[in-house]
């Protein structure tokens, strides 16, 4: 019995209210699972919806970020995740009470551990209270793992990680720039690492840090983020601050 075949029959066995239903063409499986509340949120990948199960985000990549936010180089990779309910498609300046910070990146897709897709990513951030619990010695979800501190443009099949680079201007004002020449933990590293603890499933988001130049979230403000590869833009959206 394949996979997709044993998700539909304990589906079924235990009276789920929606059949698990499989992307043949891209190879993913998508479960829709209710329990009476709505289904996973879904990033899309060349056209068609992908769920995530999880995403799985790499902290101080960048020199120049460790440098603008006054933090020490760690002696190994800084990993943290963000759940599938963090997936939002609003840029907001505020959130409970707190301002949003953003942080723009180079998102990849999974699929047979390894990236299948790119795309761009913004990672938001509570900076205030992150900050907070940082001094507190505390775990950083509540500032980095709220409802919407995910969004991502649409993502694009890659062959390869080589020559990715993304853009990101705040009106018409370029705000970052980076590419995987500049990590200092390559996708092919960051994948490596992660798998000397967690299993990547096939849908989950890897978002592999952030270069100089994240700030604060004005209302009124446009997004525009881009993903590049050899030169040529790949995948593009934008977002306007509420």
Same mark, same amino acid.
């Given at each position: 019995m394949s996979r997709f075949e044993y998700e539909r029959s304990t589906a079924a066995r235990i009276g789920l209210r929606s059949?698990? #239903? =499989?992307?043949w063409q891209a190879g993913? #499986? $998508? $479960?829709h699972e209710s329990?009476? %509340?709505q289904s996973m949120n879904h990033v899309l990948l060349d056209g068609k919806k992908v769920m995530p199960s999880k995403i799985v985000c790499i902290g101080r990549n960048y020199v120049a970020h460790i440098e603008e936010l006054g933090n020490e180089v760690p002696e190994q990779m800084v990993v943290f995740g963000k759940p599938n309910s963090a997936i939002g498609d609003t840029l907001y300046a505020e959130l409970g009470g707190e301002p949003i910070h953003y942080e723009g990146e180079?998102? +990849?897709l999974i699929k047979d551990g390894l990236p299948a897709a790119a795309g761009f990513g913004l990672d938001l951030t509570k900076r !205030? +209270? =992150? !900050?907070?619990l940082k001094d507190q010695g505390l775990p950083w979800e509540r500032a980095k793992g709220f409802d919407g501190a995910a969004l991502f443009s649409p993502f694009k099949s890659i062959d390869s990680t080589q020559d990715l680079s993304l853009q990101l201007t705040v009106n018409d %004002? +370029?705000? =970052?720039?980076g590419d995987v020449e500049l990590m200092m933990y390559s996708p092919q590293l960051i994948l490596s690492q992660l798998q000397e603890f967690t299993t990547l499933e096939d849908g989950d988001i890897l978002m592999t840090g952030t270069p100089a130049g994240v700030g604060k979230v004005q209302a009124g403000e446009r997004f525009d983020g881009l993903v590049m590869q050899r030169g040529k833009v790949i #995948? !593009?959206?934008y977002? +306007?601050?509420n």
């Open positions: 059949m698990p #239903t =499989q992307n993913y #499986t $998508v $479960v329990f009476g %509340k180079i998102a +990849l !205030s +209270l =992150q !900050s907070r %004002k +370029l705000r =970052q720039s #995948t !593009s959206h977002w +306007l601050a």
